[in-house]
């Protein structure tokens, strides 16, 4: 039992607790619209539905997917910075402890895979967090040298496929290429008879089937980890920098970066 004046209380930052429970009500209403979704869809593909869930789904898509992930990612790197202040302050090793909870974090993810789910991401936020561990010690310039270049990869990868598929879709063979794709993919988050399928598939069946979804998905996944260990190496700085701590001394830098 920890006392309400105990070291390990007193470490503890209010806001960090308020914001993963922000952050994990938002995870949890996107997951709840892709499993619920009218016809089998998912949130970021639109199918025929009445003109009420479409403006729910649009509202969702603009203000909640994506968004809390990315918030979820930064307070990672935050607490990982709080660790290697409390080893430091404890005089105990900080790689031995972040090995085993990256370890720990990895199994946690293997066997949310295996036994309930295959959009899992804690096996990528393992991997990353390994990853995390060769920039604890780096210079404040070397991390926003590296948040600078993961962010801007992916992003310039995403702008020339959209142009690229922009293009595509102007000329005549592109439009019916892309038109096919469109109905194949409504076509098959629509199949409710797979969906069904699933659904009676037994325990020790659904294993094997979740397995082979999250092989299929992992290229998907692993294309994630640069914009996520940028989002890790944020929250390094914010927390080794005190930020988090002197919140209310920042207010004036919040308001002119929250836009």
């Known amino acids: 039992m920890q006392l309400p004046n105990s070291p390990e209380n007193q470490e503890r930052v209010g806001v960090l607790d308020v914001l993963r429970g922000f952050a994990l009500a938002g995870i949890l209403v996107i997951n709840a619209m892709s499993i619920l979704a009218v016809k089998g869809s998912t949130p970021a593909f639109t199918v025929d539905i009445p003109p009420a869930d479409r403006a729910v789904q649009d509202l969702i898509l603009f203000f909640i ?11 990672f790197g935050i607490g990982f910075a709080i660790q290697i202040q409390s080893a430091e302050r404890q005089g ?3 790689f031995p402890r972040i090995s085993r909870r990256m370890v720990g974090l990895l199994l946690f993810g293997i066997l949310h895979i295996v036994l309930l789910w295959d959009g899992d991401i804690l096996v990528i936020y393992a991997i990353t967090g390994i990853l995390l561990i060769a920039f604890r010690k780096s210079s404040y310039s070397r991390i926003k040298r ?8 992916p992003g310039v990868l995403v702008l020339v496929i959209f142009l690229y598929t922009l293009i595509a ?3 005549s063979s592109g439009a019916i290429t892309f038109a096919n794709s469109d109905r194949s993919l409504a076509k098959e988050f629509a199949n409710t008879e797979a969906i069904q399928k699933l659904l009676e598939t037994g325990f020790i069946g659904g294993i094997g089937e979740r397995i082979s979804t ?6 998907l996944l692993l294309s ?10 944020i929250g390094l700085y914010l927390g ?20």
């Open 214 to 219: 999250y092989v299929e998905l992992s290229p």
């Open 146 to 153: 590296w948040v600078i270049g993961l962010l801007a990869v």
């Open 65 to 75: 997917e994506s968004k809390f992930f990315t918030l979820f990612s930064l307070l």
């Open 92 to 94: 105990s090793a900080f």
């Open 169 to 171: 879709r102007l000329t």
């Open 224 to 233: 994630r980890i640069p914009t996520v260990l940028a989002m890790f190496l």
């Open 240 to 259: 080794r920098s005190n930020f988090i701590r002197e919140l209310p001394e920042k207010m004036e830098i919040l308001r002119k970066v929250r836009f």
